[in-house]
């Protein structure tokens, strides 16, 4: 799986967007990009996932970059509640390809 | 839907003793993973089955570790003679594969202190 760049910390205003930023150049065709999160003490939490177009849902947008090289998740309402470590992934779906690598994160922190 | 639980949630333990964490995925799900989180690193994965069958293991699983699915239902990570090195968040995921990009769902961890 491709490896992904983030930055390590953020902060955001409450009720501000809250963009956080990917690169994963090395990115190939058929492979997704994920986002996660993880709130202190609790395990990661699924936010959206991606392969070439722009994907939003009830909590996230996410837009890829035309060449597929980097990605940014946006929380438009940011919320004390959203402050966490979001990972971003990369990874083929398919059998045999099970495992989530994740990285180290960005840190958001939303500020009052 | 109870989401995915896990049973302790917290186990201090001395070094060289056996310890079992228990996972119950969501009922319908068919694929059980298991990760290990130290602090300030993301999680890593370890393992996973699909129903009772263990299909990857990563090499971080030494041969102190050894999980198990009987009838691919509850799963348990058993860790014998445990090292100060071991103390981590364990995490148990499960997911169901007929949902084309096979989302993850965790569970709150246990987490582990070897003294």
């Known amino acids: 799986d491709a490896k992904t760049t983030q930055p390590p910390s953020m902060d955001c205003a409450e009720g501000r967007a809250a963009n956080l930023p990917c690169n994963h150049s090395t990115i190939s065709g058929n492979e997704y990009v994920y986002w996660y999160r993880q709130i202190h003490s609790q395990g990661p939490q699924y936010i959206i996932h991606?392969?070439?177009n722009n994907e939003t849902n009830e909590m996230a947008s996410l837009i890829i970059t035309e060449d597929r090289k980097s990605s940014t998740l946006i929380l438009p309402h940011a919320t004390l509640r959203d402050t966490a470590v979001y990972y971003c992934?990369?990874?083929?779906?398919?059998?045999?390809?099970?495992?989530?690598?994740f990285g180290t994160g960005t840190r958001l922190t939303i500020i009052p | 839907d109870t989401g995915v639980s896990q049973d302790p949630r917290h186990k201090i333990t001395k070094r060289g003793q056996n310890v079992t964490f228990r996972c119950d995925p969501i009922?319908?799900?068919?694929?059980l993973y298991w990760y290990r989180q130290t602090l300030g690193q993301g999680p890593e994965f370890l393992t996973y089955?699909?129903?009772?069958?263990?299909?990857?293991k990563s090499r971080l699983l030494s041969d102190r570790f050894s999980a198990e699915r009987p009838k691919g239902s509850f799963s348990t990570l058993e860790i014998q003679r445990t090292e100060q090195g071991d103390s981590a968040m364990y995490l148990c995921a499960s997911s169901f594969t007929r949902r084309s990009y096979n989302e993850q769902f965790f569970g709150p961890g246990t987490r582990l202190t070897v003294l």
């Open positions: 089955f699909q129903n009772e069958a263990q299909l990857e």
């Open positions: 009922s319908e799900h068919n694929r």
């Open positions: 992934i990369v990874r083929v779906v398919n059998f045999g390809n099970e495992k989530l690598t």
């Open positions: 991606g392969l070439k």
